[in-house]
Nanobody, 125 residues
Framework: QVQLVESGGGLVQAGGSLRLSCAASGRTFILYNMAWFRQAPGKEREFVAAISWSGGRTANADSVKGRFTISRDNAKNTVYLLMNSLKPEDTAVYYC??????????????????WGQGTQVTVSS
């Protein structure tokens, strides 16, 4: 079993920044890919960003490219999402996901086995 706990969400004005954190426990963290997804009310869960187990590969959704940066600290079993230039359309619950070792379809929800409870991000205009 893997436990994922997200933190760092909140209310921010458009143009502001937030950094989300996801702390993992229960299994070896270092060898597994991680990702962030988000879900807005009435919408399906969508991919935001992913990072390979080594941190050497990343992927971002087109909607966040140039604004969001995913990173990880394997010594702390933690993955981060730095969000800059936030827009009202970024408002959603953000979920951390723990996946496999192969970098095949990092943007697919099916690549990830464990999920956190989510943290709310609200961007006001």
């Amino acid at each position: 079993q893997v436990q994922l706990v997200e933190s760092g969400g909140g209310l921010v004005q458009a143009g502001g920044s937030l950094r989300l954190s996801c702390a993992a426990s229960g299994r070896t963290f270092i060898l597994y890919n991680m990702a962030w997804f988000r879900q807005a009310p009435g919408k399906e869960r969508e991919f935001v960003a992913a990072i390979s187990w080594s941190g050497g590969r990343t992927a971002n959704a087109d909607s966040v490219k140039g604004r969001f940066t995913i990173s990880r600290d394997n010594a702390k079993n933690t993955v981060y999402l730095l969000m800059n230039s936030l827009k009202p359309e970024d408002t959603a619950v953000y979920y951390c996901a723990y996946g496999g070792r192969a970098w095949v379809h990092p943007s697919s929800v099916h690549e990830y086995t464990y999920w956190g409870q989510g943290t709310q991000v609200t961007v006001s205009s």
